[in-house]
């Protein structure tokens, strides 16, 4: 049973700098791609950023690209989302999924780490 637990959330100004955490376990992730979405308050669920567990290749949104670094730890079953210079508008809930290469959604998911910036 795969199960994405997300940790790291909380109360920041703007700026500022936090580190998301994404512990994977149930399964091994090899073949599948890992993503952090958010859900700002009255918006819906958006992509943030994604990688391939088997080369690491990223991607991002435009409203994060060189803010937000997404990176994994193959030993420690491990995704991060190094998220720098926040914005108030970065403030929602944060959500780890992971999907295998060959499906169309993701289909895994956390259970959500709250993100709060402060102006």
């Known amino acids: 049973q795969v199960q994405l637990v997300e940790s790291g959330g909380g109360s920041v100004q703007a700026g500022g700098s936090l580190r998301l955490s994404c512990a994977a376990s149930g399964r091994t992730f090899a073949n599948y791609y890992m993503g952090w979405f958010r859900r700002a308050p009255g918006k819906e669920r958006e992509s943030v950023a994604t990688?391939?567990?088997?080369?690491?290749?990223?991607s991002y949104s435009d409203s994060v690209r060189g803010r937000f670094t997404i990176s994994r730890d193959n030993a420690k079953n491990t995704v991060y989302l190094e998220m720098n210079g926040l914005k108030a508008e970065d403030t929602g809930v944060y959500y780890c999924?992971?999907?295998?290469?060959?499906?169309?959604?993701?289909?895994?998911w956390g259970q959500g780490t709250q993100v709060t910036v402060s102006s």
């Open positions: 999924a992971a999907r295998h290469l060959a499906a169309l959604t993701f289909n895994y």
């Open positions: 990688i391939s567990w088997n080369d690491g290749r990223t």
